[in-house]
């Protein structure tokens, strides 16, 4: 089974960057397609996008050509990289593989 664990997160302006990594292990990673997910309280969690086994991205609407994932087999890590950051991006964020979850970790924009 594959366990994930997640880092970066933080607080920022609006329009700025920041970077999420979820490190990946327990199993082979370079065949898994990884997700990232975001709640806000009170809403679903909602998909960000994902990254399958060989790299190609997919997103959601509202972070299509702000947010890019990334992944780096050797080290076993997929990124989320968010760039342009607006006040409605502000969310617990997870990553997800196989029916594992990441234990979330806050983003906050402020206007």
């Known amino acids: 089974q594959v366990q994930l664990v997640m880092s970066g997160g933080g607080w920022v302006q609006a329009g700025g960057s920041l970077r999420l990594s979820c490190t990946a292990s327990?199993?082979?990673?370079?065949?898994?397609?990884m997700g990232w997910f975001r709640q806000t309280p009170g809403k679903e969690r909602e998909f960000v996008g994902s990254?399958?086994?060989?790299?190609?991205?997919t997103y959601a609407d509202s972070v299509k050509g702000r947010f890019t994932i990334s992944r780096d087999n050797a080290k076993n890590m997929v990124y989320l990289q968010m760039n342009s950051l607006k006040p409605e991006d502000t969310a617990v964020y997870y990553c997800?593989?196989?029916?594992?979850w990441g234990h979330g970790t806050q983003v906050t924009v402020s206007s």
């Open positions: 990254i399958n086994s060989v790299g190609g991205t």
């Open positions: 997800a593989a196989e029916g594992a």
């Open positions: 327990g199993r082979s990673f370079s065949n898994i397609a």
